[in-house]
């Protein structure tokens, strides 16, 4: 489903994705099947919609008993579910283990950046694309994902 998006068969993915998180329901798995949906014009609906899925992470509790959510990448689910400002996304990516924060800050650019193009705003999503494709960590998916849109904008 990830490689699916990346290549921008949104539909194709989102059947992938939502058959995967039958299996399991991760936070960057709920944002890529989220993304899918919006990409394919499919209503984000039923048991594994964002909404449903946030729930299911949240009850999941992290090592130091806090809600599920509370850590990363949960401030990007919030801001997906229309909860948050991208200013406040951004500043959550500031927090918590500084040897990862680059990875954070490449997530909000890549995150903010598609969210923008499956709205149709490609002005908006132009100015997070080049850098989540130039300094996310080298085989990870955000870079993939924003490289190969910035190949199909051209």
Known sequence: ???KLVLGQAKEAVVDLDKSAEIMIRSYHV???????LKA????????????????LDVKRNQDGTPGLS???GALVKFMQGTGTRESVTAAAQEGDPARLAERVCDVDFYLAELDLARNDIAAAKPHLEPAAEKSPFASLERMGPAAELMRLK
């Not at 944002?31 to 949906?37: E, N, Q, V």
């Not at 209503?43 to 909404?51: F, I, T």
């Open 31 to 37: 944002l890529w099947l989220h993304l899918a949906r």
């Open 71 to 73: 850590r990363w990448p």
């Open 41 to 56: 014009g499919l209503p984000d609906e039923g048991p594994r919609s964002l909404a449903n899925n946030a729930i299911t």
């Open 1 to 3: 489903g990830y490689i």
